[in-house]
């Protein structure tokens, strides 16, 4: 039997970088599948290539920033497959690179409002569906500055470490009720998130992980395949950094 079958997962933001390679690794795992993005080209390019691999999924353009949309994604998942078992809070967004002083306003708003707004959004209305179950796997994305600084990214950093705070509170909640809530916290991934940096500096922020280079998507997808899994079924209210050692220093 395969990892996920029989399992019904959705992934946001999974149109694209760590969100495609969640996809389509859950998907070989024998999940059923909801993508959620706002790029609905790309979205429904993830969903025919599970569908040529044999797997199931539909795409809903959803943006994690409004709440009707969140529960879209969820009644979507409800109506198609008749369940939720998994859902990854992966959507984000890196916002500008700015001292506190410098940063603009709507920017700061539009970055918490889709890093940690929406994945309350997203927990609020899987969390019922899940408990019509009486389980379920929730892994929302914090980075590894969900625990460390990182100057002239303020409200990412602040984001990434609100998903933490988020992600026990939720499990205190509901893990006595089946459902098991963990963040993880990739180190820098070779994604287009991080092309406002040129090859060289990319070179050097991969040197900075004691790796000694960027995290590959299908590495953070991997940890987050058995955090999803009932192999993890004793965790949860946990922050797993996937960082090549980055914290370690
Ligand atoms: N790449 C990194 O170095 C890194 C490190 C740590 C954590 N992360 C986190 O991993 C997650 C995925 O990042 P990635 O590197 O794959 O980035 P990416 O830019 O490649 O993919 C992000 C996806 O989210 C979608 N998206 C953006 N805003 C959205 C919204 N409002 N609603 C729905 N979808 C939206 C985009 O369209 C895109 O498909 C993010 O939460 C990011 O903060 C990334």
Same mark, same amino acid.
């Given at each position: ?8 997962? !959705? ?10 390679? %969640?996809? !389509? ?20 390019? /993830? @969903? ?9 999924? &539909? ?10 949309? #969140? $529960? ?7 109506? $198609?497959?008749?369940? !939720?078992?998994?859902? @990854?809070?992966?959507?984000?967004? /890196? ?17 918490? #409002? ?6 309350? *959004?997203? %927990? ?5 569906? %899940?408990?019509?179950? =009486? ?6 994305? #914090?980075?590894? @500055? ?28 509901? #893990?006595?009720? =089946?459902?098991? &809530? ?5 180190? *820098? ?11 060289? +500096? ?10 000694? $280079?960027?995290? $590959? ?21 946990? *922050? *797993?950094?996937?960082? =090549?050692?980055?914290?370690? +220093?």
């Amino acid at each position: 039997m395969k990892t996920l079958e029989n399992k019904v997962a !959705l992934i946001t933001g999974a149109a694209q970088g760590i969100g495609k390679s %969640m996809a !389509l690794l859950f998907a070989e795992n024998g999940a059923k599948l909801v993508i959620t993005d706002l790029n609905a080209e790309a979205g429904e390019n /993830v @969903v025919n290539a599970i569908e040529n691999n044999g797997g199931e999924a &539909i795409f809903v353009k959803a943006d994690t920033s409004n709440p009707e949309d #969140s $529960r879209k994604s969820v009644d979507a998942a409800l109506a $198609r497959f008749g369940k !939720l078992d998994i859902a @990854v809070n992966n959507a984000g967004i /890196v916002g500008p690179v700015q001292s506190i002083e410098e940063y603009d306003l709507n920017a700061w708003n539009k970055v918490l #409002s889709i890093n940690l707004s929406g994945v309350f *959004y997203g %927990m609020k209305y899987q969390i019922p569906a %899940m408990l019509k179950n =009486g389980s379920g796997s929730i892994i929302n994305m #914090s980075s590894i @500055v969900g625990s460390a600084g990182a100057a002239n990214f303020s409200a990412y950093v602040s984001s990434k470490h609100g998903v933490i705070g988020l992600t026990r509170t939720g499990a205190l909640e509901y #893990s006595s009720r =089946g459902i098991r &809530i963990n963040a993880v916290g990739p180190g *820098y991934t070779d994604t287009s998130m991080i092309d406002f940096l040129d090859s060289e +500096q990319k070179d050097i922020v991969g040197a900075s992980h004691p790796i000694g $280079r960027l995290a $590959r998507v299908e590495e953070i997808a991997e940890f987050v395949l058995w955090l999803a899994s009932d192999k993890a079924s004793f965790a949860t209210g946990t *922050y *797993y950094p996937i960082d =090549g050692g980055y914290l370690a +220093q």
